[in-house]
């Protein structure tokens, strides 16, 4: 797997040609991908068949039926029927088809199924004290961000990364019901990233996108003597079925916290770092004066 970006966005391999009648190898490999690669080997194994042999049956080289087995690459519809006929024809095959997706492009795969969640939450909660949430981050910003990766990325990458991080953005506007809550430490917005011009394009966006009445904002301010949230980073959600869920991130890491008892600690120091912070009129006029100053 490639690099990751902050945010789960992940850094994977350029574009690689492939022969004519194949297909581009999946850079981050879905769960159905996977799910629908072990079928087929389970299958080609009970017919005591090598990728080889199966390759000759469905007409594709056995390097594209190993790709397909390890989740590498999406099978298309010939490879699903010709694998069904060659294996049984039991129709497992095709059924397991149905339900197959991509991986996320610039995604992480630890930050997918969490990336899922976002979209279908009735809440959302964010803390941060590294750097301006990935939904309320400019453009300027978030290449920035993606410029001072080590290791280095390349053109092709950064732009990639940009793009995942700007598209998921859209749920702030596609979703004007649910309400999000962000608490960022108002270091973060201090912070020279990119320089003075980008700095201030960045203020101006968060001035702008936390506006709607279903965005609501408030800043940890440098001087405050309580703080329950020492700890890092933290998202919550809520499920349409009630059920409340955890996130945190790391170096190269994330952690989906289901559990209902570390959860229940998690949102206990979440609503007290409410009370400790500025409040949302407060930390808009923090905000003002702040771009003021740039």
């Known amino acids: ?12 391999a350029g574009p690689q040609e492939v022969p ?35 390759g000759t049956l469905v007409r594709y080289s056995k390097h594209t039926v190993e790709s397909v087995e390890l989740g590498r690459r999406m099978p298309d519809e010939a490879f699903v029927e010709r694998a069904e006929e060659a294996l049984g024809n039991t129709g497992a095959l095709r059924r397991a088809a149905r339900h197959l997706t991509r991986g996320e492009a610039g995604l992480a795969a630890w930050f997918r199924r969490w990336a899922r969640l976002e979209r279908e939450a009735v809440s959302l909660c964010t803390y941060e004290c590294r750097l ?12 920035a961000l993606f410029e001072n990766r080590i290791p280095l990325l390349t053109d092709e990458q ?9 598209a998921r953005q859209r749920m702030l506007y596609e979703r004007p019901t649910v309400p999000f809550h962000f608490i960022v430490e108002e270091a973060v917005l201090r912070r020279r990233l990119g320089g ?7 203020l101006d966006y968060v001035l702008e996108h936390t506006s709607p009445r279903n965005v609501t904002l408030q800043i940890m301010p440098l001087e405050a003597e309580y703080h329950s949230c020492m700890d890092g980073p933290l998202r919550l959600l809520e499920t349409p079925e009630g059920r409340r869920l955890a996130y945190s991130e790391g170096q190269e890491s994330g952690r989906l916290i289901g559990d209902s008892k570390e959860v229940r600690v998690l949102q206990q120091r979440y609503d007290t770092l409410r009370s400790q912070a500025l409040h949302p009129q407060d930390s808009r006029a923090l905000l003002e004066r702040l771009r003021g100053e740039t």
């Not at 769960?31 to 080609?44: E, H, M, P």
């Not at 301006?132 to 290449?143: F, H, I, N």
């Not at 950064?158 to 700007?166: C, I, K, N, P, S």
């Not at 003075?196 to 960045?202: G, I």
Request: hydrophobic letters at 40%.
């Open 1 to 12: 797997m490639g690099s990751v970006g902050v945010e789960g966005e992940a850094v994977g």
């Open 20 to 54: 004519a009648g194949e297909w581009e190898r999946e850079p981050h490999p879905s769960d159905s991908l996977r799910t629908f690669g072990a079928f087929v080997q389970a299958l080609r194994e009970h017919a005591g068949l090598s990728w080889a042999e199966l």
């Open 132 to 143: 301006v949430p990935g939904l309320l981050q400019s453009e300027g910003y978030a290449r």
């Open 158 to 166: 950064l732009e990639a990364q940009v793009e995942a991080r700007m």
């Open 196 to 202: 003075t011009v980008v700095r201030r394009e960045q």
